[in-house]
């Protein structure tokens, strides 16, 4: 549409965010759109701050590894490369978590991102291969990776899927800004989204018969 004239196109260099190309009618006048981009930016680099992500991260991690818990998991590796004795030398990437259940007859190779993109193809690709290698089942604990579920279920994964990117309590305001200028999937919350917790029980039952 910005090539057929029918929006304006302005990329905004954001100190945290890049650079972000916005769109926006012809029809709106110059001054004021530059004013709302100018606006928009400033809120990206707000929940694109380095504090702000970190808090993000561990607050995902956290909920995930309780989950892992409750349902009979023990974390026994974090940021890992290595299982049992074998090491993924082919690239630098690692797993978050490595979590063995307590019947000893099923192991998770767990990646955590809880961002609002959406996982590169050559990364998923590179961590299940890795699951592979070290002999166990990948898992995939995202905010969403819909493009993806069929590739990772048919190579013997899980998409553990929860919609809304999870801040921790202390950023309301932030998420209540967030949705209503941006209209972004996300949310505070202390727990996982219950809707979200049997399809994964679900999965592990399968794989430990």
Not at 49 to 63: D, I, M, N
Not at 111 to 121: D, G, Q
Not at 156 to 176: C, H, R, S
Request: aromatic share 10%; charged share 25%.
């Amino acid at each position: 549409m910005a090539e057929s004239q029918i929006l304006n196109r302005t990329e905004y260099k954001t100190k945290y965010a890049g650079v972000t190309a916005f769109y926006y009618s012809r029809e709106v006048e110059s001054s004021r759109a530059q004013r709302h981009i100018r606006s928009l930016a400033k809120l990206m680099d707000k929940y694109s701050h380095p504090t702000v992500t970190k808090a993000v991260g561990k607050q995902l991690e956290g909920l995930v590894k309780y989950e892992l818990r409750v349902q009979g998991f023990e974390i026994v590796g974090e940021n890992t490369q290595e299982y049992k004795g074998r090491a993924w030398a082919e690239t630098s990437h690692n797993l978050d978590f490595i979590a063995e259940h307590k019947s000893g007859r099923l192991t998770l190779g767990v990646e955590v991102k809880n961002t609002l993109s959406v996982m590169p193809r050559n990364e998923i690709d590179v961590k299940i291969r890795m699951c592979h290698f070290l002999g166990i089942k990948p898992v995939f604990a995202v905010r969403w990776v819909k493009s993806h579920v069929k590739e990772i279920n048919s190579r013997g994964g899980f998409a553990w899927m929860f919609k809304t990117q999870i801040y921790p309590p202390g950023y309301e305001d932030l998420v209540n800004e967030i949705f209503k200028r941006m209209g972004l999937p996300v949310s505070v919350r202390t727990d996982l989204p219950p809707k979200t917790i049997p399809p994964f029980q679900r999965w592990i039952e399968e794989h430990l018969k």
